[in-house]
């Protein structure tokens, strides 16, 4: 059955955009993703417009977290000051990050661009997820790790405008977060994501939170700012397809749920090298794609 | 499966009623060298939409060639040129055209060229090389060569969508008098107001043309959503967002964790 998508002009199959956000959802269910960075790129594989593609991405990320943060918030694993400055670097990196989106898509290099960032991203994430896990598999067996400090200190916790973080623990400098948001926040422009899968990593390593609030205050900055990327791309460029969006969350509440009770079958290093495989096979992908002579050197450009 | 068929029959029913019409008045129709009309005046662009064929049905007085042109309204087309940096294809060049038809599908029941010169073609722009549109700037010091690719590029990815279709032989005549041909339209079939021109040759010149519009609009919900995203991009933003915001509290709600 074919449906009309009224933004991205195009006639897709329903069950094909169920199958690809069930997909998707399953993963993200397995291993507590948001999976906009796969949802963007299969969504270019089966011909829906980039831009479009990466504007309802975000939408539909916007609606995957909802219910974690209501889970998180209510746990009380959210902090909310580090998250309200995270929130605030997000914003301004959103708005920057559509503003560069609309330049990029002017000047015909968007595409190229929302390539060479999934390639970069995807291309390291993929590996590192897969030796970290090879490694916690090896570590196995062998006794305690020893005593690990709480976090490492570096040049990062030297700069300027400290403030304190109850709930984290911390005194760190407010510039930390508000950078790390504003970064999120470009990218998720860009390629449609929330920017958990980057966000995550750099507050337990860079920032030092405790693992504990991390999930929660990502989730937490990334409603904020995927909501920001929908309404800039909606006004400046009109490429959220809702009813895109709609579809595809459905089959992603359907495949999380599946996802979720899979993964209790499964152990958490093996999770993870297998999402670092998936990871890595669409980044190849990608970047194959970018060397392959095209079908037609010549295209049809959006021309307003 | 069946519809497909049923609307086959339809079409056929609607020629056959028209053109036996058409005989019952036998001198108005003797003093028309060419009567034709379409099986369908608005193609409706819904939710369900997945392209279409319309047919486009007629009758001649005597011998001759039919030519069936139809068209799109003119628009812009921008065609950008991908070059080879450090193994990577990117996009390098553009060339903004203007009065390019966003549609235009020529078919005939025999080849062009074996019907009318390339000198009556050009007057009244039958077949895909002969389309008059050009590039935006025309002093843009592009040479006329790297224009010509540009055009020529222009016309291919428009082929390749369905876009454009150049068909001799798709107009297919039953018996001496009666002809039909079939038109797709494409999914990705833009809006606006089309024409169907239908011309008879004979010997070489253009004895009787007929022009018939043909409407194509988005309609229903898909078109309420499209024209909500263009008319109040704020409005649809917010709402795009609320949307989201209601559907995962729905989705949380659905698969509530004990």
């Known amino acids: 059955m074919d449906i009309y998508l009224p933004i991205a002009e195009i006639s897709e199959n329903v069950f094909v955009l169920l199958l690809l956000g069930g997909g998707v959802g399953f993963l993200s269910g397995l291993f507590g993703v948001g999976g906009g960075f796969l949802t963007t790129p299969l969504l270019i ?13 975000a939408n539909q990320t916007l609606a995957a977290s909802v219910s974690g943060t209501i889970a998180h918030w209510r746990r009380g694993n959210v902090d909310f000051k580090m998250g309200g400055i995270l929130v605030a670097g997000g914003l301004v990196g959103s708005v920057f990050g559509v503003w560069l989106f609309a330049l990029l898509r002017k000047l015909g290099q968007l595409e190229l661009a929302i390539s060479v960032t999934y390639v970069l991203l995807l291309g390291s994430l993929g590996p590192l997820m ?47 977060p508000f950078g790390l948001g504003c970064v999120v926040g470009i990218l998720s422009a860009i390629m449609g994501v929330g920017g958990g899968f980057i966000m995550v990593p750099a507050m337990i390593y860079l920032i030092g939170m405790p693992t504990l609030v991390v ?12 909501a920001n990327v929908t309404f800039l791309q909606a006004t400046q460029n009109q490429t959220v397809d809702v009813l895109l969006a709609l579809i595809l969350l459905a089959g992603a509440v359907i495949g999380a749920e599946f996802g979720t009770r899979f993964s209790s079958r499964l152990r958490g290093e093996q999770l993870r090298a297998l999402l670092g495989a998936i990871i890595l096979a669409v980044g190849v992908k990608i970047l194959v794609d970018l060397f392959l002579p095209p079908l037609d050197v010549y295209s049809l450009a959006f021309a307003p | 499966m069946t519809a497909p068929m049923t609307r086959a029959l339809r079409h056929m029913l609607i020629g056959v009623a028209a053109l036996l019409a058409l005989a019952a008045h036998g001198a108005p129709a003797r003093a028309q060298a060419l009567v034709a009309d379409l099986s369908d005046h608005f193609i409706a662009i819904t939710t369900g939409f997945i392209g279409t064929d319309v047919l486009l049905f007629g009758a001649i007085e005597g011998d001759g060639d039919v030519i069936v042109v139809l068209r799109g309204p003119n628009g812009r087309e921008l065609v950008r040129r991908k070059s080879r940096y450090a193994g990577v294809w990117l996009n390098d060049k553009e060339m903004p055209f203007t009065g390019v038809p966003t549609f235009y599908s020529v078919s005939s029941n025999r080849p062009l060229n074996e019907i009318l010169s390339p000198g009556a073609r050009m007057r009244q722009e039958i077949g895909l090389d002969t389309l008059r549109f050009a590039p935006e700037k025309p002093a843009d010091g592009a040479d006329a060569a790297l224009v010509e690719s540009f055009r020529q590029a222009l016309i291919r990815n428009k082929q390749r969508a369905d876009l454009y279709v150049e068909d001799p032989g798709k107009v297919v005549f039953l018996g001496a008098r009666l002809f039909r041909t079939r038109v797709y339209f494409p ?37 309420e959503v499209y024209d909500f995203a263009y008319d109040w991009p704020m409005a649809y933003g917010a709402l795009a967002v609320i949307l989201a915001l209601l559907a995962g509290w729905a989705a949380a709600l659905v698969f509530r964790r004990t």
Not at chain 1, 45 to 57: E, L, M, Q, R
Not at chain 1, 215 to 226: E, K
Not at chain 2, 196 to 206: C, F, P, Q, T
Request: aromatic share 10%; no cysteine.
């Open chain 1, 45 to 57: 594989f089966i011909g829906i417009p980039p831009a479009v593609a990466v504007a309802t991405g």
């Open chain 1, 130 to 176: 897969i030796v970290e896990s090879w490694r916690a598999w090896r570590r196995q067996g062998r006794a305690g790790l020893g005593l690990r400090k709480l976090h490492q200190h570096n040049w990062l916790h030297g700069l300027p405008l400290k403030m304190r973080f109850p709930k984290s623990r911390l005194y760190v400098s407010a510039l930390l």
């Open chain 1, 215 to 226: 999930i929660g205050t990502s989730l937490f900055q990334i409603i904020f700012v995927t």
């Open chain 2, 187 to 223: 999914s990705t079939l833009p809006t606006g107001s089309y024409t169907a021109d239908v011309y008879l040759v004979r010997s070489g010149a253009v004895v009787s043309a007929q022009s018939t519009p043909l409407i194509v609009s988005k309609v229903g919900f898909g078109a």
